[in-house]
């Protein structure tokens, strides 16, 4: 359908280049991944297994239960022991903006020269480590450019690719709500509909898929929010305490809800985790705001409407309100 010119065609083409005259492929994708990562990364081992190409997939964190609606991801391993990085002649990383999210930054930093890195992302850069970074940061998500790939290469889009490029898309836009989301996006999804995407399926796993306890720790979160005059940012956090026994995955879509939030330029939500950082993310709705660039501040990146960084710390209550101790 979409046979139009992309900008990166030879990009996409030459990727495409590398995977047919690589032996044997690493597959990459960020820690405490989200749906995007993990459908873009479950997209291309289904092509490397019909191309019948040896590869390891890896995430520094194993995808959680709840993304098991989407092919493939049994074949995610965490186990770095697994991971003989030096047999990899083709390394491609997926939706990160920055190295250090894969937890391979040394290995990919201090690659063998038999060994080629490509980077697929739709984040707003951070760092330069690929020897062929295909980045459209106005993509609204990783998939769109999994898409754009196959497509680029004529490669024909399964039911399970299909369901991947959809899942990312839907979960990466907040379900077509962010600005990131053009005619284009709904047109892929359409498509992808066309060609077998069960959406009731994806919705069921990614958007429908809270409990009640997972509901009243968001309920704690929202009735602690808390509006900054000065910047004109609401915000409000989260403790270890709260949170209880939840599988962090719940809280994931916190930030996008508060986001719906009228008449402010942003919110952020800042809360811990069980690993002993500290997550904060902002999002915004506003024309003139980037929150990429609040992020970067933070040491940390994403897109001008999501960003987010992670710190080493606890959260504290003072008299003057919460701070990272
Ligand atoms: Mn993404």
Not at 105 to 119: L, P, S, W
Request: with cysteine; glycine share 6%.
């Amino acid at each position: 359908m979409y046979c139009a010119m992309m900008d990166n065609e030879i990009l996409y083409n030459k990727i495409f280049a590398k995977i047919k005259e690589a032996d044997s492929i690493l597959l990459v994708t960020h820690e405490k991944p989200d749906v995007d990562a993990i459908s873009s990364v479950c997209a291309f081992i289904d092509l490397l297994e019909q191309l019948e190409k040896r590869y390891f997939a890896y995430c520094f964190d194993a995808p959680p239960r709840q993304f098991d609606f989407l092919p493939h991801t049994e074949k995610i391993s965490a186990d770095k022991s697994a991971l003989n990085f030096d047999d990899y002649d083709l390394i491609i990383v997926f939706d990160c903006g920055g190295l250090n999210r894969t937890k391979l930054a040394d290995e990919i930093n201090n690659r063998g020269e038999h060994q080629f890195v490509i980077e697929i992302d739709h984040h707003v850069k951070t760092d330069s480590y690929a020897d062929l970074e295909l980045r459209e940061p106005e993509r609204a998500s990783t998939t769109e450019l999994v898409y754009n790939f196959f497509k680029a290469n004529k490669i024909r889009i399964n039911k399970n690719t299909a369901n991947c490029v959809l899942a990312g898309i839907l979960t990466d836009s907040g379900n077509f709500i962010y600005v990131s989301t053009t005619n284009r996006t709904i047109k892929i999804a359409s498509e992808m509909l066309s060609l077998g995407a069960n959406l009731p399926r994806i919705m069921e796993n990614t958007l429908r898929n809270k409990n009640l306890p997972a509901l009243k720790i968001w309920g704690k979160a929202m009735s602690r929010v808390k509006i900054n005059k000065k910047y004109n940012i609401a915000f409000t956090v989260l403790t270890l305490d709260d949170i209880g026994g939840l599988d962090e995955e719940y809280l994931e879509g916190i930030p996008n809800f508060l986001g719906n939030l009228r008449g402010v330029k942003a919110v952020m939500v800042v809360r811990e985790q069980k690993d002993g950082t500290i997550k904060g993310s902002f999002r915004s709705a506003h024309p003139n705001v980037n929150v990429a660039k609040l992020a970067q501040v933070l040491g940390g990146g994403g897109h001008i409407k999501a960003a987010g960084f992670t710190l080493e710390g606890r959260l504290e209550l003072t008299e003057e309100g919460w701070r990272v101790v």
